[in-house]
């Protein structure tokens, strides 16, 4: 049990120190490019999704009968 609390407290300390390292540093390309794309998707989602609010209530969307009556 003491070398897996050891292994533990090992390990979350290189997790700090490679933080820290890291902080001052910048993105690899690839990623800045990946961050780039998902805020392109994001902004696209969000824009279709007002597209669609804004039709819904100023279209009114397509009318729907009531249950129980018949077209015929």
Known sequence: MEQL???DRANGLLGQELT???LG???PEWAAGVGRM???RRRQA???LLEA???H???GGPRRERPGRRPW
Do not use: G, P, S
């Open 20 to 22: 820290e390292a890291a």
């Open 46 to 48: 969000r824009q279709a």
């Open 38 to 40: 998902e805020d392109v």
């Open 25 to 27: 540093l910048a993105l």
């Open 57 to 59: 209530h100023h279209h």
């Open 5 to 7: 609390a050891a292994w």
């Open 53 to 55: 609010i804004a039709r």
